[in-house]
């Protein structure tokens, strides 16, 4: 399934194999085919399938909990806080990572606990829980990616040409990196984070999360300092402002974070709500309020108060000007996007990864299905809006060239696809 529901999955699949067991042949097809055609409920919703079959959808606006979410909790046992911190440190600079371990259920929820600490942010580029054996030649890509791989295939995977490659074995609790990424973070960020890990590490609930998302708040939070906002313009975002502001030991880091693709597409999912005149409000925004990185936010307490005073029909005048065409060019390129990695793949049929989210972690539940996106589980967007138009991905751009209506009354879009270099 595209949809991350990890502990929903385990519940409805013991139910199954309990009705198995009793041989209750026509209670599991029933339930099967309630699943099938069951419209995708909103967040927090209970969903009654049955007697005994039932389930509440889970929220992805909130913080995963231990020991409610096995992944993060498989991940936490796993692994300890050093490594965990440097594993962190690698993804905030978009290394090539490599996760190992001999179990496969171990493997796949330390890959998927380990990018959810990203939260607001998300992986954006190559993402694969468990890589096939026939596909290891995935490891000597020159791009970054985060890769989990089974212990008993990493003796072939040591003998590829790997070059700065981070490397973590769960089954050893050790972490091969050729940098020095953690020492690189400021100090005072990584202290803190260091001594909430350690504090929690006894308890349940969603300390180890709210950790991570206190880091990131330290890191990024001052983002809305550097929002510019001008009458009758769409709210832009200033990079040199966001990097001057803070002080010089932060500032390195900032230099190198604006360069970062989960960083960029963070800034441009802000900015396309804003100027939509919508607005956001999450558990990260909150963060960012009862921390000191908050600072003097004046811009964006600004589009607030414009808000608040009806000013938002600035906003809605700039998002009609868009052009339609590009309203619907990132769905196109999702689509593109899917089947060119199934044919450079030589896709066999058997599940290489993840793909695709229902629910937009600002946005909400997304409702058809063309808004499924081939993109991993935790949501990183695949590709950008360029400036000029273009719709930036990893391997091509496409260039809208026409639009029009399609002969089912939607939208239509024809590209023109130019390499990049």
Not at 229 to 254: C, K, W, Y
Request: charge should be neutral.
């Amino acid at each position: 399934s595209y949809l991350p529901w990890f502990e929903v999955f385990y519940k409805l699949l013991n139910i199954l194999a309990d009705y198995t067991i009793k041989g209750q042949e026509s209670n599991w097809q029933e339930l099967l085919v309630s699943l099938h055609t069951l419209p995708i409920p909103e967040p927090g919703v209970p969903v009654h399938l049955g007697v005994h079959s039932f389930f509440t959808v889970p929220d992805t606006g909130e913080l995963p909990s231990i020991p409610e979410n096995r992944n993060l909790t498989e991940y936490f046992v796993a692994v300890d806080v050093n490594n965990m911190l440097h594993l962190y440190a690698s993804m905030l600079y978009e290394r090539r990572i490599l996760i190992c371990c001999s179990k496969l259920s171990t493997l796949t929820a330390c890959v998927h606990g380990s990018a959810a600490m990203m939260y607001p942010m998300h992986w954006q580029h190559v993402y694969i829980p468990v890589l096939p054996q026939h596909l290891l030649d995935y490891c000597c890509a020159p791009m970054p990616y985060l890769i989990g791989v089974h212990s008993s295939l990493m003796e072939k995977v040591r003998g590829m040409a790997l070059d700065d490659v981070v490397v973590l074995n769960v089954d050893t609790n050790t972490l091969e990196t050729p940098y020095d990424d953690l020492q690189s973070l400021p100090n005072d960020v990584v202290s803190s984070l260091k001594s909430r890990l350690k504090k929690v590490s006894t308890t349940t609930g969603d300390g180890v999360a709210r950790a991570f998302l206190k880091s990131q708040a330290a890191l990024f939070g001052s983002y809305r300092n550097a929002l510019q906002i001008e009458p009758g313009e769409p709210i832009t975002f200033n990079e040199d402002t966001f990097v001057n502001h803070r002080s010089s030991a932060m500032r390195q880091f900032l230099l190198n974070a604006i360069q970062l693709q989960l960083f960029k597409q963070f800034i441009d999912g802000r900015l396309d709500l804003l100027n939509a005149g919508e607005g956001f409000s999450d558990i990260f925004e909150d963060e960012i309020n009862m921390g000191e990185y908050a600072g003097s936010d004046k811009t964006y307490h600004q589009w607030l108060f414009t808000v608040k005073k009806g000013g938002g029909a600035i906003f809605n005048t700039v998002k009609t000007r868009a052009n339609p065409a590009m309203k619907n060019a990132y769905k196109f390129v999702s689509t593109v996007l899917f089947y060119s990695v199934k044919e450079r793949l030589h896709y066999t049929g058997e599940c290489l990864f993840t793909f695709c989210s229902t629910a937009d972690p600002i946005k909400g539940p997304l409702r058809t299905l063309e808004d499924h996106r081939p993109i991993t589980v935790h949501f990183g967007q695949v590709g950008r809006m360029g400036r000029k138009g273009e719709i930036k991905i990893q391997l091509h751009t496409l260039v809208p060239m026409m639009s029009g209506k399609s002969k089912h009354g939607g939208s239509r879009v024809e590209y023109q696809r130019k390499s990049l270099p």
